[in-house]
């Protein structure tokens, strides 16, 4: 068997008082857990640090160049953030927003001449910039201007939009004339899917999360880049991952616990947006379910065994998924206590445990 694929299907009736089908001999390799992604998101990427700025010019033609130079400018395109990691792109279902982050400079040392207001503009698919109603970037003295930008409904009928962003400054109305003027940042640029629209197999695995998570988006992602060792994962920047080739691979596992893959994500889903959608809610979420999530056995009868890559959070996406569906074939093992139980509820009504 292909150590890349290898999986032990954990006995999750005998956790849950059901009957599972175990695999016929010879059959194909078991199936893969599904998990959220690291490296390929950005997950690992560091804390952003915006630029220094080197020493002030000198000399006459070095001030009069300086004195050209925008009072706030932006750093190039590469320094901007969506939702505090390190991608200038990403995959968001129809009826999601994003917080975009961009890094910023000035040439007039430890006391910059700050614009009144930075707003934020969008043009979809490559159509005209408009500001954004409701959305002001914040300037940070740390060097980053933020904005939680509104959810983005896609257009009835049409299956993706494109939608790109970027920040433009009020022009300042102090310091040299010459450097007074509007500027603007590189752009983030964000597809939406409208999931009304998905066929096939995005359908498939929509279907069983429509009502769970209906702002989600599903990304086939047929050469496991995204997914990497698993079969499905919860990626930062491409939505829920399915690699559809590996799952259907599996013929004898039960489409109920096929469709529970996407469900597993799901709950993955609302660990994110339930701590805000962003890189710092995601750690605070960490914390919160290692604090409840343990690695228990059942005191009533058998335990599905515990899995080398067992994390609370991955528990507590299997919780989560086995309160909603009893097709769920793949664990991580462990068992959901009542306290973990309830814990794994809060997510599917939008609230923290």
């Given at each position: 068997?292909?150590?890349?694929?290898?999986?032990?299907?954990?006995?999750?009736?005998?956790?849950?008082?059901?009957?599972?089908?175990?695999?016929?001999?010879?059959?194909?390799?078991?199936?893969?857990?599904?998990?959220?992604?690291?490296?390929?998101?950005?997950?690992?990427?560091?804390?952003?640090?915006?630029?220094?700025?080197?020493?002030?010019?000198?000399?006459?033609?070095?001030?009069?160049?300086?004195?050209?130079?925008?009072?706030?400018?932006?750093?190039?395109?590469?320094?901007?953030?969506?939702?505090?990691?390190?991608?200038?792109?990403?995959?968001?279902?129809?009826?999601?927003?994003?917080?975009?982050?961009?890094?910023?400079?000035?040439?007039?040392?430890?006391?910059?001449?700050?614009?009144?207001?930075?707003?934020?503009?969008?043009?979809?698919?490559?159509?005209?910039?408009?500001?954004?109603?409701?959305?002001?970037?914040?300037?940070?003295?740390?060097?980053?201007?933020?904005?939680?930008l509104p959810p983005y409904t896609v257009t009835p009928g049409v299956p993706v939009q494109s939608v790109d962003y970027r920040f433009k400054t009020k022009?300042?109305?102090?310091?040299?004339?010459?450097?007074?003027?509007?500027?603007?940042?590189?752009?983030?640029?964000?597809?939406?899917?409208?999931?009304?629209?998905?066929?096939?197999?995005?359908?498939?695995?929509?279907?069983?999360?429509?009502?769970?998570?209906?702002?989600?988006?599903?990304?086939?992602?047929?050469?496991?880049?995204?997914?990497?060792?698993?079969?499905?994962?919860?990626?930062?920047?491409?939505?829920?991952?399915?690699?559809?080739?590996?799952?259907?691979?599996?013929?004898?596992?039960?489409?109920?616990?096929?469709?529970?893959?996407?469900?597993?994500?799901?709950?993955?889903?609302?660990?994110?947006?339930?701590?805000?959608?962003?890189?710092?809610?995601?750690?605070?979420?960490?914390?919160?379910?290692?604090?409840?999530?343990?690695?228990?056995?059942?005191?009533?009868?058998?335990?599905?065994?515990?899995?080398?890559?067992?994390?609370?959070?991955?528990?507590?996406?299997?919780?989560?998924?086995?309160?909603?569906?009893?097709?769920?074939?793949?664990?991580?093992?462990?068992?959901?206590?009542?306290?973990?139980?309830?814990?794994?509820?809060?997510?599917?009504?939008?609230?923290?445990?």
């Amino acid at each position: 068997m292909n150590a890349r694929r290898r999986l032990t299907v954990a006995l999750v009736a005998a956790a849950m008082g059901s009957t599972l089908a175990t695999a016929p001999a010879g059959a194909e390799p078991t199936p893969r857990r599904a998990a959220v992604t690291s490296a390929a998101e950005g997950q690992d990427v560091p804390p952003l640090v915006a630029p220094v700025l080197g020493t002030p010019d000198v000399g006459r033609a070095a001030a009069s160049a300086s004195y050209r130079r925008p009072l706030f400018a932006f750093w190039p395109k590469k320094y901007n953030r969506i939702d505090g990691f390190g991608f200038t792109s990403a995959i968001r279902g129809s009826g999601s927003g994003v917080t975009f982050s961009a890094a910023w400079k000035t040439y007039r040392g430890t006391k910059p001449i700050l614009p009144k207001k930075v707003f934020v503009q969008a043009r979809v698919d490559g159509g005209k910039w408009t500001k954004v109603s409701g959305a002001k970037g914040k300037i940070s003295r740390k060097g980053l201007v933020t904005a939680s930008l509104p959810p983005y409904t896609v257009t009835p009928g049409v299956p993706v939009q494109s939608v790109d962003y970027r920040f433009k400054t009020k022009k300042i109305k102090q310091g040299p004339r010459k450097a007074r003027r509007s500027t603007t940042s590189g752009p983030i640029t964000v597809q939406f899917d409208n999931q009304a629209m998905y066929t096939g197999d995005q359908a498939r695995f929509y279907a069983p999360i429509a009502n769970l998570c209906p702002q989600a988006s599903v990304t086939l992602d047929p050469t496991g880049t995204i997914t990497t060792v698993r079969d499905a994962a919860f990626s930062f920047q491409y939505g829920i991952a399915v690699q559809v080739e590996e799952i259907n691979a599996v013929t004898w596992e039960s489409e109920a616990s096929k469709m529970a893959v996407a469900i597993h994500e799901c709950a993955h889903y609302r660990q994110f947006t339930n701590w805000g959608a962003t890189r710092a809610g995601w750690a605070r979420q960490e914390k919160a379910a290692a604090a409840v999530f343990v690695p228990d056995d059942n005191p009533s009868g058998p335990t599905p065994p515990m899995q080398p890559d067992w994390a609370p959070l991955e528990h507590a996406a299997d919780c989560a998924t086995f309160l909603v569906t009893t097709g769920a074939e793949r664990t991580y093992g462990g068992y959901c206590n009542p306290a973990e139980n309830a814990a794994a509820g809060l997510l599917w009504q939008g609230q923290r445990y």
